[in-house]
C-alpha cells in the first residue's frame, strides 16, 4: 500500500481518481491548488503524485513541472491535460517525468500505473 | 516504426502489405459504401491468423452474423469457441458516453480496456467510432480525440474504426482530427450496388500508391474483391473523389 497524492482543480477528477486509488489498495490524498499541493508533497510518505498540468495558482507550466519533480525528488510523477504540446513533452522529459495521461480515456491507466509503482 | 499486419483484403494488403500493427486506421465513406463490410475482413483475417478479435457494432449481432454468412466469414464458429466477440453499441453503451462528463472516462471504456485484456484481444473494429469521439463543444474534440487515441495505443491493440462520411462543418472537424491521428486512412466510395472506389488518403510512411483509387466490388462469398481491368476505367471515372483529397498532408 502507497500513499498517492492527486493535485487538481476539478472535484469530479479528484474524485475518481481517489476512488480509483482507494479501490487498488491505497491512500489518496488531494489537493485542489497547486500551493497546497507542493505543502502537501513535502510529506516524505507521499510516494507517487498525479498533478493536472493547468491550475489556476500555478505558475507557467514549465515552470511548475520543475517545481513538482523537484519538490517530488526522486518519487514518481504522473502529469495529466489535454492534448499536451511537443514543448511540454520536452520539458516532462528534461524534469525526469515521463508519464503524462491525457483526458479523459487515458485516466483509465492509473491503474496499470500503480500497479507497476508499487509492486 | 510499428511491423505491419494484413489488413485482410488482398488487393489492399498486396499494395500496401497491410497496416500498422498496435495502430489505428480509419475507414469512412457513404452510407452503402461497405465500410462495416470492411471491417468484417479486417475481424476475419485476425480469425485466419487464430488471434481474438472484437468486433463492436451498431448493427445487431443476428445482423452481423447474417452479413458474415453471405461473405464466407466463419464468424458463428469462432464466437462459439471465444475466438470473436460481437458486441452491440446500443447494449455495451448504457451511460452516454460522449456528452456528459467529458472530464472523465466513460465507464463504457474501462470495461471495453477489461474485455481487451483478459481475453488477449488483437484486433478491434469500432463501426462505428462516433458514440466514443462525438462531443460537445466542438472547441473539445481535439483534446477529447487525442486521449481517444493514445489510450488506445495504451492497450496496444490494433483497431479499424469506420466513420460515416461528414455533412456538416463539425463532422468535418472531427474527421480531420481523427485522419491526423490515425497511422492509416482510406475512404470508400460507390458507384453502384456492387461496385466501389477505395482511396487510401494516408499511410504514414508512404507516400507512393496514394494517388490512384482502387476500383473494386462487394461480392458475395467473396467479401471486397479488386474489379476486373475492363471495368476499372469506367468506375474510377464516375466515382466521385474523396473529400479533402488534396489538401491533406501526407508523411
Not at chain 1, 497524492?5 to 476512488?19: C, N, P, Q
Not at chain 2, 462516433?130 to 462531443?135: F, H, Q
Not at chain 2, 474504426?161 to 463532422?171: F, G, I
Request: hydrophobic content about 45%; glycine content about 6%; charged content about 20%.
Amino acid at each position: 500500500m502507497g500513499t498517492v497524492l492527486i493535485i487538481d482543480d476539478e472535484s469530479v477528477i479528484r474524485d475518481y481518481l481517489a476512488t480509483l486509488i482507494r479501490r487498488l489498495g491505497h491512500e489518496p490524498v488531494t489537493a485542489a491548488t497547486a500551493m497546497a499541493g507542493l505543502e502537501k508533497l513535502a510529506d516524505p510518505d507521499c510516494q507517487l503524485v498525479i498533478a493536472d498540468i493547468f491550475l489556476p495558482d500555478s505558475p507557467p507550466p514549465e515552470i511548475w513541472i520543475q517545481q513538482l519533480a523537484q519538490t517530488a525528488a526522486g518519487r514518481m510523477v504522473v502529469l495529466i491535460s489535454g492534448a499536451p504540446s511537443q514543448e511540454l513533452n520536452e520539458c516532462a522529459t528534461a524534469s525526469g517525468i515521463t508519464t503524462f495521461l491525457s483526458k479523459p480515456f487515458e485516466l483509465t491507466f492509473i491503474r496499470r500505473i500503480l500497479q507497476t509503482a508499487f509492486n | 516504426m510499428n511491423t505491419k499486419t494484413r489488413l485482410g483484403i488482398p488487393f489492399f494488403d498486396d499494395v500496401f502489405g497491410g497496416v500498422y500493427r498496435g495502430w489505428q486506421t480509419l475507414c469512412h465513406g457513404r452510407a452503402g459504401s461497405g465500410k462495416s463490410i470492411f471491417g468484417m475482413h479486417f475481424i476475419n483475417q485476425a480469425l485466419v491468423e487464430g488471434d481474438r478479435a472484437l468486433l463492436l457494432s451498431e448493427n445487431r449481432v443476428a445482423d452481423t452474423l447474417k452479413m458474415s454468412e453471405r461473405f464466407g466469414m466463419p464468424f458463428a464458429a469462432a464466437m462459439a469457441s471465444d475466438q470473436l466477440t460481437l458486441l452491440e453499441y446500443g447494449a455495451f453503451i448504457t451511460d452516454k458516453v460522449a456528452s456528459s462528463h467529458i472530464m472523465l472516462p466513460p465507464q463504457a471504456f474501462d470495461e471495453l480496456q477489461d474485455m481487451i485484456e483478459l481475453q488477449s484481444i488483437r484486433r478491434v473494429v469500432l463501426d462505428t467510432v462516433l458514440p466514443w469521439v462525438a462531443i460537445q463543444p466542438v472547441s473539445h474534440l481535439e483534446d477529447h480525440i487525442y486521449s481517444f487515441i493514445h489510450a488506445l495505443d495504451r492497450i496496444g491493440v490494433t483497431v479499424l474504426m469506420t466513420l460515416p462520411k461528414p455533412v456538416s462543418h463539425d463532422a468535418l472537424i472531427l474527421k480531420n482530427h481523427l485522419e491526423d491521428l490515425c497511422s492509416v486512412s482510406i475512404n470508400l466510395d460507390h458507384v453502384n450496388q456492387s461496385e466501389r472506389c477505395l482511396s487510401v488518403i494516408k499511410y504514414i510512411g508512404q507516400a507512393n500508391n496514394l494517388s490512384r483509387p482502387i476500383a473494386c466490388a462487394i461480392q458475395d462469398g467473396h467479401g471486397f474483391v479488386r474489379a476486373s481491368p475492363d471495368t476499372s476505367e469506367l468506375t474510377l471515372a464516375s466515382a466521385s473523389p474523396p473529400e479533402n483529397r488534396s489538401s491533406r498532408e501526407v508523411s
